[in-house]
Nanobody
Protein backbone atom coordinates (compact mmCIF):
# COMPACT_ATOMS: atom_id res chain seq x y z
CA UNK A 1 0.00 0.00 0.00
CA UNK A 2 1.24 3.46 -0.93
CA UNK A 3 0.68 6.65 1.01
CA UNK A 4 1.30 10.12 -0.44
CA UNK A 5 1.57 13.25 1.69
CA UNK A 6 1.53 16.66 0.04
CA UNK A 7 2.49 20.07 1.36
CA UNK A 8 3.16 23.58 0.11
CA UNK A 9 -0.17 24.93 -1.05
CA UNK A 10 -1.52 28.31 -0.09
CA UNK A 11 -2.67 31.73 -1.19
CA UNK A 12 -0.49 33.78 -3.52
CA UNK A 13 -0.90 36.82 -5.75
CA UNK A 14 -0.78 36.53 -9.51
CA UNK A 15 2.82 36.44 -10.70
CA UNK A 16 3.99 34.81 -7.50
CA UNK A 17 5.48 31.39 -6.86
CA UNK A 18 4.76 28.31 -4.80
CA UNK A 19 6.53 24.97 -4.37
CA UNK A 20 4.57 21.82 -3.74
CA UNK A 21 6.11 18.69 -2.23
CA UNK A 22 4.88 15.11 -2.11
CA UNK A 23 6.51 12.26 -0.25
CA UNK A 24 5.61 8.64 -0.91
CA UNK A 25 5.85 5.81 1.58
CA UNK A 26 5.01 2.13 1.45
CA UNK A 27 5.59 -0.24 -1.45
CA UNK A 28 7.12 2.12 -3.99
CA UNK A 29 9.95 1.79 -6.47
CA UNK A 30 12.20 4.49 -7.81
CA UNK A 31 10.98 3.51 -11.29
CA UNK A 32 7.35 4.37 -10.50
CA UNK A 33 6.05 7.41 -12.32
CA UNK A 34 5.06 10.37 -10.15
CA UNK A 35 3.07 13.41 -11.08
CA UNK A 36 0.75 16.24 -10.23
CA UNK A 37 -2.87 16.71 -11.19
CA UNK A 38 -5.25 19.51 -10.31
CA UNK A 39 -8.97 20.06 -10.01
CA UNK A 40 -10.15 23.64 -10.53
CA UNK A 41 -13.43 24.69 -8.90
CA UNK A 42 -16.36 23.11 -10.70
CA UNK A 43 -14.17 21.24 -13.16
CA UNK A 44 -12.73 17.76 -13.60
CA UNK A 45 -9.29 16.70 -12.45
CA UNK A 46 -6.62 17.38 -15.06
CA UNK A 47 -2.99 16.51 -15.64
CA UNK A 48 -0.37 19.09 -14.73
CA UNK A 49 2.97 17.28 -15.03
CA UNK A 50 4.56 13.85 -14.67
CA UNK A 51 8.08 12.55 -14.18
CA UNK A 52 9.40 9.04 -14.70
CA UNK A 53 11.96 7.24 -12.62
CA UNK A 54 14.72 8.16 -15.04
CA UNK A 55 13.70 11.80 -15.11
CA UNK A 56 11.63 12.14 -18.25
CA UNK A 57 9.05 14.88 -17.81
CA UNK A 58 5.75 15.77 -19.42
CA UNK A 59 3.76 18.98 -18.96
CA UNK A 60 0.34 20.19 -19.88
CA UNK A 61 0.60 23.04 -22.37
CA UNK A 62 -1.02 25.44 -19.93
CA UNK A 63 1.92 25.21 -17.50
CA UNK A 64 4.90 24.75 -19.84
CA UNK A 65 7.60 27.30 -19.13
CA UNK A 66 6.09 28.21 -15.75
CA UNK A 67 6.03 24.95 -13.77
CA UNK A 68 8.90 22.53 -13.17
CA UNK A 69 8.51 19.01 -11.85
CA UNK A 70 11.41 17.22 -10.21
CA UNK A 71 12.00 14.28 -7.92
CA UNK A 72 14.42 12.92 -5.38
CA UNK A 73 14.29 9.17 -5.84
CA UNK A 74 16.31 8.53 -2.69
CA UNK A 75 13.63 10.29 -0.66
CA UNK A 76 10.65 9.15 -2.78
CA UNK A 77 9.70 12.80 -3.08
CA UNK A 78 8.47 14.84 -6.00
CA UNK A 79 8.31 18.61 -6.23
CA UNK A 80 6.33 21.05 -8.34
CA UNK A 81 7.86 24.50 -8.61
CA UNK A 82 5.18 26.89 -9.82
CA UNK A 83 6.26 30.31 -11.07
CA UNK A 84 4.35 33.19 -12.63
CA UNK A 85 1.12 31.85 -11.20
CA UNK A 86 -2.16 32.92 -12.76
CA UNK A 87 -5.67 33.02 -11.30
CA UNK A 88 -6.59 30.12 -13.58
CA UNK A 89 -4.04 27.98 -11.73
CA UNK A 90 -6.36 28.05 -8.72
CA UNK A 91 -7.21 24.44 -7.89
CA UNK A 92 -6.74 21.58 -5.51
CA UNK A 93 -3.46 19.94 -6.50
CA UNK A 94 -3.10 16.19 -6.10
CA UNK A 95 0.06 14.12 -6.06
CA UNK A 96 -0.06 10.89 -8.04
CA UNK A 97 2.09 7.78 -8.11
CA UNK A 98 1.62 5.17 -10.81
CA UNK A 99 3.03 1.79 -9.84
CA UNK A 100 4.58 -0.02 -12.77
CA UNK A 101 4.37 -3.42 -11.09
CA UNK A 102 0.67 -3.35 -10.26
CA UNK A 103 -0.48 -0.77 -12.84
CA UNK A 104 -2.37 1.06 -10.11
CA UNK A 105 -2.61 4.70 -9.08
CA UNK A 106 -2.17 6.18 -5.63
CA UNK A 107 -3.34 9.68 -4.76
CA UNK A 108 -2.54 12.20 -2.09
CA UNK A 109 -5.19 14.04 -0.12
CA UNK A 110 -4.77 17.23 -2.13
CA UNK A 111 -3.45 20.68 -1.31
CA UNK A 112 -5.26 23.93 -2.12
CA UNK A 113 -3.63 26.58 -4.28
CA UNK A 114 -5.39 29.93 -4.62
CA UNK A 115 -4.03 32.62 -6.91
CA UNK A 116 -5.56 36.06 -6.46
CA UNK A 117 -5.64 38.64 -9.24
Amino acid sequence: QVQLVESGGGLVQAGGSLRLSCTASGSTLSSDRMGWYRQPPGKQRELVATITGDGNTHYDNSVKGRFTISRDTTESTTYLQMNNLKPEDTAVYYCNLFQLITYTNAWGQGTQVIVSS
